[in-house]
């Protein structure tokens, strides 16, 4: 039951954040003043796709709310990060973001991390 | 001379939002992690459980500050590509295992050390290089 809800937290993590990038590029700019997190609220009620990133978020959230009800908190979290590989991909594949040699080892490296953190 | 101090302000207002995030993210997880053991029925698909679950002060504070924590990492992923946002922000990976370790006392061993200076190792290589590759979409018009 607990790497169904890893699953799930996963999936619906990688979904989220490639909406949300996605359209956060096309929005512009945020910043997080209270005038700032206002003009975000707008600019999500206005956009489909960042919705359906957030109802993602949604997902990924109660399966993380339910898997550290009966799991430590220190496996939980780097579980999560199961997601990384996957999205770094889609990062490059999806959004066309260029991925250097030092990010590439800086993204491998925290993932071997994360691999042994949660091992 | 200019444009090297305006990417400076850039990258400090990059590095402001990442902070800010990283501790409502600390905050809320951990919340979340001990009020969720507190409550007695077992989570499963029925979506009832979960705002029963959201009743627990220690929840609801951690839903509190995840949800800040989202509009924050929106702004983040506004100002910085997701493959640097992706990285750095798995500091928290690490923060997150030591407030397990002191807080709800989980056991932590040498394993899961080694992997936490790995994290901090590869989040640090991927820091140093320039948060934004992709030209913005306005510029291109």
Known sequence: MKWVLVAVMVFATVLSDLLQSHEMKRAGEQSVSARGLARLLHVIAQRRLLILGIACNAVSFFAFMALVQTEPLSFAVPASAASFVLETLLAKFVLHERIGARRAMGALAVLAGVVLVGG | ?141
């Not at chain 2, 990258?11 to 997880?29: M, R, W």
């Not at chain 2, 397990?100 to 992997?115: A, I, N, P, S």
């Open chain 2, 1 to 141: 001379m200019t444009s090297l101090t305006a990417s400076s302000g850039a990258a400090l207002k990059t590095y402001s939002v990442l902070l800010v995030f990283l501790a409502l993210k600390a905050a809320g997880n951990a919340s979340m992690a001990w009020g969720m053991k507190q409550v007695p029925e077992r989570m499963s698909m029925n979506p009832a459980l979960y705002l029963r679950a959201m009743l627990n002060p220690f929840v609801a504070m951690g839903i509190a500050a995840l949800i800040l924590a989202l509009l924050t990492r929106m702004a983040l992923l506004s100002l910085a590509d997701l493959s640097f946002v992706l990285p750095v922000t798995a500091i928290g990976y690490v923060i997150a295992v030591f407030l397990g370790k002191v807080f709800l006392h989980e056991t932590v061993t040498h394993q899961r050390w080694l992997g936490t200076l790995l994290i901090f190792a590869g989040a640090a290589l991927v820091g140093s290089t320039s948060p934004d590759t992709t030209p913005s979409l306005e510029d291109s018009k």
